[in-house]
């Protein structure tokens, strides 16, 4: 199932809960809150779990209507290796409808099993 939002405030959040629990990554403080801050203007989508948890997200920056790059993408470590970021990448407008992106726009992917542990 799909939902659509445009809330930053919910981007910003989810981005930045990932990505403090990938400090591997994503430990230089300036640069996260960097990348907490940028999604909030950027199209975003977010995998849930059956609870609503969002367990993994990719943000991208889209270049003149119909190209674009991955600004940042992350997924729970307890989710990893899951096919969840490839999923993701999957779910981007700029691989299944090139040039038609609305900025600032959230997908919110349900995928059943996955569960927060």
């Known amino acids: 199932m799909y939902c659509r939002s445009k809330r ?4 910003s959040r989810f981005a930045e809960e990932i990505l403090r629990r990938l400090p591997e990554w994503f430990g230089n403080e300036k640069a996260l809150i960097e990348y907490v801050n ?10 849930l779990n ?9 943000s991208i920056k889209v270049h003149y209507g119909n190209t674009g790059d991955i600004y940042v993408l992350g997924v729970l470590p307890e989710h990893h290796r899951k096919g969840i970021g490839k999923s993701l990448c999957c779910f981007t ?3 299944k409808h090139p040039g038609h992106i609305a ?6 992917l349900f995928k059943s099993g996955f569960t927060a542990k």
Do not use: M
């Open 50 to 58: 059956s609870d609503g948890k969002c367990i993994g997200f990719i």
């Open 38 to 47: 940028g999604v909030a203007s950027l199209p975003f989508w977010a995998a």
């Open 8 to 11: 930053t405030k919910q981007k």
């Open 103 to 108: 900025a600032g726009e959230v997908i919110l």
């Open 93 to 95: 407008p700029l691989l």
